[in-house]
């Protein structure tokens, strides 16, 4: 007359669908049991998570302890940009805007890996980068400076020679070229 053995099963994380030799247990991890001795397969199920199968040898009257570490299987990416308010795309498919918050799912290997994320905000330069994405229980953090845009200018005056001033600060002499950041600014052009 044998005797059970006992079974328990912790995951991190736990809430894990427990399958003891194909059948389904009541129990989510961590999950206590007394299967018959021999040879046990225990499958664990967890949404989002990777599944584990594995084989366990129960032995009569024996305690058998299972710890085991479940992979996820998503990302959650987080990129914000300042300033706030940045069309995010990532690989061509439009995320929000800044800032932005997404889970995605990887379970597929190909869409794993070096990703492009593109920010664009009006009269600022487009930021096209890019990103890894592996299964992680922790979120991927991204924060993004835009620079404004530049823009050239040229002034000109007859007679040359005339001081220039823009947004109040002195920039040179006529003929003058350059370039700032996109805006509008209050242009003065003096010459005694």
């Known amino acids: 007359n044998t005797k059970p053995g006992t079974l328990k099963?912790?995951?991190?994380?736990?809430?894990?669908?427990?399958?003891?030799?194909?059948?389904?247990?009541?129990?989510?991890?961590?999950?206590?049991?007394?299967?018959?001795?021999?040879?046990?397969?225990?499958k664990l199920?967890?949404?989002?998570?990777?599944?584990i199968n594995t084989t366990v040898a129960v032995r009569s009257g024996e305690p058998?302890?299972?710890?085991?570490?479940?992979?996820?299987?998503?990302?959650?990416?987080?990129i914000s940009s300042t300033p706030s308010g940045a069309s995010v795309t990532l690989d061509g498919t439009p995320r929000g805007t800044s800032p932005a918050s997404f889970e995605m799912d990887i379970t597929d290997k190909t869409k794993r890996g070096s990703k492009q994320l593109k920010l664009s905000l009006a009269d600022h330069e487009t930021i096209s980068t890019t990103i890894d994405?592996?299964?992680?229980?922790?979120?991927?953090?991204?924060d993004y400076s835009l620079k404004k845009e530049k823009g050239s200018f040229s002034i000109?005056?007859?007679?040359?020679?005339?001081?220039?001033?823009?947004?109040?600060?002195?920039?040179?002499?006529?003929?003058?070229?350059?370039?700032?950041e996109v805006g509008?600014?209050?242009?003065?052009?003096?010459?005694?």
Do not use: C
């Open 9 to 42: 099963i912790v995951t991190e994380p736990s809430g894990a669908d427990v399958f003891v030799n194909g059948m389904r247990m009541a129990d989510k991890t961590p999950f206590e049991g007394e299967p018959n001795p021999g040879s046990t397969r225990i």
């Open 64 to 78: 058998t302890v299972l710890n085991l570490k479940m992979k996820p299987t998503t990302l959650w990416v987080n």
């Open 45 to 51: 199920q967890k949404a989002k998570h990777e599944t």
């Open 156 to 180: 000109t005056s007859t007679p040359e020679g005339a001081q220039v001033f823009i947004g109040g600060q002195y920039k040179g002499t006529t003929p003058l070229q350059g370039s700032m």
């Open 184 to 192: 509008q600014y209050e242009v003065e052009v003096k010459l005694d």
């Open 133 to 142: 994405l592996q299964p992680s229980a922790t979120p991927l953090e991204k």
